[in-house]
């Protein structure tokens, strides 16, 4: 399981006075509200920052980092990633997981053969979309639906899969 999970990334900075707009990627951007601090990675370096204030604007989160008061203090921050710890992570309800714990997991079919590896999950609308290298069949895009996930073990880093007809044809 991963140790850290990343909750956003800074787009550019904001203003004269050390703000930055971060692109969330967790499903509550809400949550940046609650957070006190953020580790912040760079291609170079990881740092933990302190959070002074938060925002909201459209999409984006507005924050202000304590201590970096000025443009030049955070314009070298653009495309860093942020991450929490998962002591300070948003809860899961029963059924959800961090897509970090998702990534690399090992799939197989409903008969126990090994499948492929998820790559990656796909946000849509109606239900997210697990994206598995195949093994056999290259890249296959599998419904987050109980019909075709049958079970998950984020400890046994494990999925197993039931495919519905059309998936692989």
Known sequence: MEQFLRVGVITTTHGLKGEVKVYP??????????????????PNAERTLNIESVRFFKQMVIVKFK????????????????????ENAAPLEEGEYYIGDLIGMEV???DSMPFGTLK?????????????????????????????????NVEENKMTIHL?????D
Request: proline share 4%.
């Open 25 to 42: 990627t967790t499903d509550t951007p809400k949550r940046f509200s609650d957070l006190d601090e953020v580790i912040l990675r760079t």
């Open 67 to 86: 201590g970096l008061d000025r443009i030049e203090d955070v314009e070298n921050f653009r495309q860093a990633e942020l991450y929490v710890s998962r």
């Open 108 to 110: 197989f079919t409903d």
């Open 120 to 152: 990656d999950v796909m946000e849509t609308g109606a239900n997210d979309v697990y994206i598995i290298d195949s093994f056999r069949h290259g890249e296959v895009l599998v419904p987050v639906i109980k019909d075709c996930i049958l079970d998950v």
């Open 164 to 168: 519905l007809p059309g998936l692989i």
